[in-house]
């Protein structure tokens, strides 16, 4: 079945604790990106990849690393989390970017920064 | 700059009722159109895609959206809502020169019985 998978679906962690959230993608798509939701802002993009070793920043990239080592992966890390961060991540991928080829969404995590 | 604009935050109505949810954009250059579906504890799904053509595309839920480009909008429509459609839909927008996508904030839609 293609799918992107995140994990974990549930995250909780305290301020400046190190954590990845890992995203991998199953279609052979060359793009992903990292989106958060947050009430009544909609989604905002993180950082975004065309393709490996290519990564670019979002509209909100500060405070987060991505890295783009295999097609397939593209892992979230929050170096220092702070409580500003609590938020719904989503990672997404699409066929060859984004001009005319849609988003394939993961279920998200939700991440609680105390 | 681009912005995507969803009017109403929240649309309540009644089973069997018609609904529009209204998207708004501002882009200079052009755009593709979508609006995407998020159901609860789930990531979002495409509903529907303005790419070229005609300016009325449908979904195979019984949505329709149309693109207007005069007025900058792509407005959700349905004819009958049920209840399985209550969810969150978000409009995106994604430029013809760039790699991103612009997405509203999203219009929570509720069916009552």
């Known amino acids: 079945e293609a799918q992107v998978t995140q994990n974990p679906r549930y995250l909780i962690t305290v301020t400046g604790k190190k954590l990845t959230v890992t995203c991998s993608q199953n279609?052979?798509?060359?793009?992903m990106s990292w989106y958060r939701q947050d009430p009544g802002l909609g989604l905002r993009q993180i950082y975004y990849s065309m393709n490996v070793e290519v990564t670019d920043k979002g509209d909100v990239p500060e405070g987060y690393k991505v890295s783009r080592k295999e097609k397939r992966n593209f892992p979230l890390i929050l170096e220092s989390p702070s409580p500003n961060q609590t938020s719904l991540y989503f990672c997404a991928s699409s066929l060859w970017g984004t001009y005319n080829s849609p988003l394939h969404f993961g279920n998200g995590t939700r991440l609680t920064v105390t | 700059a681009q912005s995507v604009t969803q009017l109403d935050s929240q649309v309540p109505v009644f089973e069997e009722a018609p609904v529009e949810l209204r998207c708004n954009y501002s882009?200079?250059?052009?755009?593709?159109l979508f609006w995407y579906v998020q159901y609860p504890n789930q990531g979002l799904q495409l509903l529907l895609k303005y790419l070229s053509g005609s300016t009325l595309v449908e979904s195979i839920n019984g949505f329709e959206a149309e693109f207007n480009k005069s007025q900058t909008s792509f407005h959700l429509r349905k004819p009958s809502v049920h209840i399985s459609d209550t969810a969150e839909y978000f409009c995106?927008?994604?430029?013809?020169?760039?790699?991103?996508?612009?997405f509203g904030t999203g219009t929570s839609l509720t069916v009552i019985p």
């Open positions: 279609m052979n798509h060359e793009y």
């Open positions: 882009s200079s250059v052009s755009v593709y």
């Open positions: 995106a927008v994604s430029l013809n020169t760039g790699n991103q996508f612009y």
